[in-house]
């Protein structure tokens, strides 16, 4: 490894992504999004500038989102997207080529791993490394993962949640799936459209279950006015909605995380599943910040959830983490030159 080389972490994520460097700490967090030129595919924006033209752009400029459900959906978009991270982490000055560590779901195919190696090592990385996310997100969120007990990770982003029992420095159990903040969202403006013949868009969605949102009913209900166009005059009109309402809405995506958690957890074996138990679950990742979402976990496995101090920079902190002690952690990377 050279000493010139810098370091950079990346969670590549379907929402958002984040960049460490190793004494500076995050440098960067954008959105997942690339604005391109449908004329001639040329890349116009990506992250912020980009997000701000999503559903606001005419016809011959497109948004895209390269990753879908936490993998590499276009492969291109997703280079061009890493090399501009890459390129505003490092500065336009930096002649050597950055060794690079990314952040992949538990349950990402060798074929998919591959195209996040080759994609960060085509967009000028010098090496990249791809560790799984339960991992990162477990180091970054401050549990000893190399020490002989299980500990549990709930990681939940905008594409999967990954859930998975780490002991001695591995994954013992997980599972990942393709249900996280992107599918509440969807879900929130289902029922607004069903409900309220209300058409809202994804942004209008996110806020509605950041403002009001929660996992379980609440006795005193928050509320908020929701803009949108109505399906049968096609004209804009705003509607009051409650928690209990979104409660309602988002049951069906939370069942399908919750039973990912229970699934991991009747894989576990005694020993880890008394430990586990005993310390309970660590929750990550954005999606994690739902109000009353470790409550729902505690009701529905028995075991009690917390949140990671930061859940949202758990997985990125855990790159930086695993960056300064690779030869630690070499069990847990596959690397590529």
């Known amino acids: 490894m050279s000493i010139f080389s810098p370091k950079l972490g990346i969670d590549l994520g379907t929402a958002n992504t984040l960049v460490f460097m190793p004494k500076k700490g995050i440098i960067l967090n954008e959105p997942s999004v690339v604005a391109v030129s449908e004329v001639d595919k040329r890349v116009l924006a990506v992250g912020n500038e980009a997000k701000e033209m999503v559903g606001r752009t005419p016809d011959s400029i497109v948004a895209y989102r390269p990753m879908r459900d936490g993998v590499i959906a276009d492969y291109r978009v997703t280079e061009a997207m890493l090399r501009y991270f890459m390129d505003k982490a490092l500065g336009r000055i930096n002649v050597f080529k950055p060794e690079v560590m990314v952040s992949v779901p538990a349950a990402i195919t060798s074929t998919e791993r591959r195209a996040v190696i080759e994609a960060a090592i085509r967009a000028g990385a010098k090496n990249a490394y791809v560790v799984k996310e339960p991992i990162l997100a477990a180091i970054g969120a401050g549990i000893p993962i190399q020490e002989a007990r299980g500990h549990m990770v709930v990681d939940i982003g905008g594409g999967t949640t990954d859930v998975a029992v780490i002991s001695l420095g591995g994954i013992v159990a997980c599972t990942s799936v393709k249900v996280a903040g992107n599918k509440i969202d969807a879900a929130i403006a289902d029922y607004i459209k069903k409900t309220f013949n209300l058409a809202i868009g994804d942004h209008m969605a996110e806020i509605v279950k950041i403002t009001i949102g929660s996992a379980v009913p609440l006795d005193q209900e928050l509320s908020m006015m929701v803009k949108g166009r109505d399906?049968?005059?096609?004209?804009?009109?705003?509607?009051?909605?409650?928690?209990?309402?979104?409660?309602?809405?988002?049951?069906?995506?939370?069942r399908d995380m919750i039973r990912a958690i229970r699934d991991v957890l009747q894989e576990t074996p005694p020993e880890l599943a008394a430990d586990i138990i005993d310390q309970g679950i660590t929750m990550t990742g954005g999606s994690s910040l739902l109000r009353n979402l470790p409550e729902l976990v505690f009701r529905r496995t028995g075991v009690k959830a917390q949140l990671a101090d930061e859940p949202l920079l758990c997985v990125v902190k855990g790159t930086g983490v695993a960056l300064d002690h690779l030869d630690v952690y070499k069990k847990t990377i596959i690397s590529k030159r």
């Open 231 to 254: 399906f049968i005059s096609g004209l804009p009109r705003s509607t009051e909605i409650k928690t209990n309402e979104i409660v309602k809405a988002i049951a069906a995506p939370l």
